[in-house]
């Protein structure tokens, strides 16, 4: 373990912006703690092998995992574990994610699964080669762009327009997943569903996560039959620690385990989906066989900026998360953060108004490239950056943010979009025995998606990811709706290099919030030299728009301190759900304490 006196005494100085954090005291305190953690999830996971208690208690304890050959870090240790065995076994990261994400979808089924999309990142091993897959659900073709206005043309309420067939866009999962199997793995497709079907048929323990948000969505998952009979069995909503069994996800997962991913995209999967959008009472949407039939992963290229002699690789549109990501650190890459240190108010000014410059621009910009053409270029743009590098050299909050000027190759006056998204998703990073990376996040959007249920899992709302409004004041939204289209993202997948070799994987939850937590995560890591699982940890500051998010734990100083900057502070839960591996002389693992899964390694 690399833990030198030195670290031991830089991380003392971080405990103020540190959950879970390695210093003295948690150390100490860990022993008190532990055994009553050890016993809840010993309760939660009665079948846990040692390797996942060590892990469970590695994350307690605000430690990294430690392994040589492979790891994983997801959000439930059951996934992880199904993955862990493919690597065991010798199948590579592509097959894992496979194995991982059929069990998530059983028992984290409130942030994705079949029924939902993804961005994929790979690096391979052998070619040295970044690819990234997109995944991303797609607008069916009957759409019009005012499917989300009422008849006046005003925007419907956000969850009028989430709950029922309208929000569903085609599922993109379940051929991503096949697709880089396909490209990248080495283990037969049929074998990689066993884990998520025994658990499926046998039963799986709910964990706190999952019974406290069936609870809070009770009214929402009433309305759709099948939903309300499975989450709410006899009226009242799961409780954490009862096994749940889900036959109708078992089938289905054989059947696509047997038949292969294109039973899913035609024939009765997919007609099951397209009535039960169609007659989703209320609010039924236009998701038709066609759809589905037509469906394409995308294959993308990376958006990558330079950063303390890293490259930072992410995807590109139509997710804004690389693009975002790779603003703020490009705008921060003149600044001495590593001089200012995490405590200072200064390096939370410049990393506050840097992402609100980001967002400006994401806002006016970004959208799916294959519908209108996005500045990538312009956008990442050494001198674009430096220039608007130049309105974060004061002292105070910027009064105001405004998209800039990057450099663009049409004409088209874009409006400011206002498409609003609520924090589910999940984040896994794999990396393999024969050193391929893998770092996908997977969503259905809002927690539970439609809360449509077919065949045993949930179907997406991710269209609500799109501009409500078409046009402000006569100029149109780049993420408006059109069919065929795959709505803006946030999520930011990303694996950074040195040297051409992968040194981290990341990604996390969150909705918006996505873009700041890696950030985040990234700038501590790498400028404050934490380890993976101080980074994932670390209290949240996060502004996007104006007011600083700021996690309940902050000390009253640091936020005292951005008030008299000019900034509103809302304190709050800020839930990420980061995932993440370094690569150096080992494998270290880190899994967000906010979040209930780990990383497991060998
Ligand atoms: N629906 C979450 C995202 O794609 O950013």
Redesign the pocket.
């Known amino acids: 373990m690399r833990r030198g006196v030195e670290k031991g005494l830089r991380s003392l100085t971080l405990a103020a912006l540190t959950c879970w954090s390695v210093t003295a005291h948690a150390q100490q305190a860990a022993d008190a703690v532990a055994p009553e953690a050890e016993s809840d999830l010993s309760v939660l996971w009665p079948n846990a092998s040692e390797d996942i208690l060590a892990s469970l208690r590695a994350k307690a304890n605000g430690l990294p995992v430690e392994a040589q050959d492979w790891m994983i870090a997801a959000a439930n240790p059951l996934a992880v574990q199904a993955g862990a065995k493919i690597l065991q076994n010798g199948g590579t990261a592509a097959d894992a994610i496979v194995a991982v994400q059929a069990v998530l979808g059983l028992v984290e089924p409130q942030s994705s699964g079949l029924g939902g999309g993804a961005f994929l990142l790979w690096y391979d091993a052998k070619t040295g080669k970044l690819t990234t897959l997109d995944g991303r659900e797609t607008a069916p073709l009957a759409l019009t762009p005012r499917l989300f206005q009422t008849d006046a043309g005003e925007p419907l309420k956000f969850f009028d327009a989430v709950v029922g067939g309208l929000s569903v866009g085609t599922p993109g999962t379940p051929a991503l997943l096949a697709e880089a199997q396909r490209r990248w793995g080495k283990r037969p497709w049929v074998g990689l569903f066993g884990d998520a079907i025994r658990l499926a048929e046998d039963g799986f323990p709910v964990s706190p996560r999952l019974a406290s948000l069936v609870a809070r969505d009770h009214d929402r998952l009433a309305r759709f039959e099948e939903t309300a009979a499975y989450f709410l069995p006899a009226g009242a909503p799961l409780e954490a620690g009862q096994v749940l069994r889900n036959p109708a996800y078992a089938e289905t997962l054989r059947t696509i385990s047997d038949q292969g991913v294109g039973v899913f995209y035609s024939g009765d999967i997919a007609a099951d989906i397209a009535t039960s959008v169609q007659t989703a009472p209320g609010n039924p949407g236009k998701l038709a066989p066609l759809d589905l039939a037509i469906y394409r992963v995308v294959e993308r290229d990376p958006v990558c900026v330079s950063y303390r002699g890293h490259d930072v690789c992410g995807m590109g549109p139509p997710?804004s998360?690389g693009l975002a990501v790779g603003q703020i650190l490009g705008l921060l890459r003149h600044s001495d953060l590593s001089g200012l240190g995490p405590e200072s108010p200064e390096s939370w000014r410049l990393i506050g108004d840097a992402s609100r410059l980001a967002f400006a621009d994401r806002g006016r910009y970004v959208a799916d490239n294959d519908f209108l053409p996005v500045p990538v270029k312009g956008m990442l743009d050494d001198g674009y950056l430096i220039d608007r590098n130049k309105l974060l050299g004061g002292d105070d909050a910027l009064p105001e943010v405004a998209p800039g000027t990057p450099a663009f190759d049409h004409a088209l006056n874009w409006a400011d979009d206002d498409a609003i998204?609520f924090p589910?998703?999940s984040h896994i990073s794999i990396v393999d025995g024969y050193g391929n990376a893998l770092s996908m996040t997977t969503?259905i959007?809002n927690a539970f998606g439609s809360r449509l249920m077919v065949r045993g899992f949930l179907l997406n709302n991710?269209l609500t990811?799109f501009s409500f409004r078409t046009h402000r004041d006569g100029r149109p939204i780049a993420n408006a709706v059109a069919p065929g289209k795959r709505?803006r993202?946030?999520?930011a997948p990303t694996i950074v290099l040195k040297d051409g070799k992968p040194v981290l994987v990341i990604g996390s939850p969150g909705?918006?919030r996505?873009i700041g937590y890696v950030a985040q995560a990234i700038i501590a890591h790498l400028d404050w030299g934490m380890d993976v699982q101080q980074a994932v940890a670390m209290r949240h500051l996060v502004n996007r728009f104006g007011t600083y998010d700021v996690e309940d734990g902050i000390t009253a100083s640091l936020t005292t301190s951005l008030e008299q900057m000019g900034y509103d502070v809302k304190l709050g839960t800020l839930n990420s759900g980061l995932h993440a591996i370094a690569i150096g002389t080992n494998l270290q693992g880190g899994a967000d304490p906010r979040r209930e899964g780990i990383a497991l390694g060998r």
């Open positions: 997710s998360g998204e589910s998703t969503t959007e991710e990811d709505p993202s946030s999520m909705g918006s996505i």
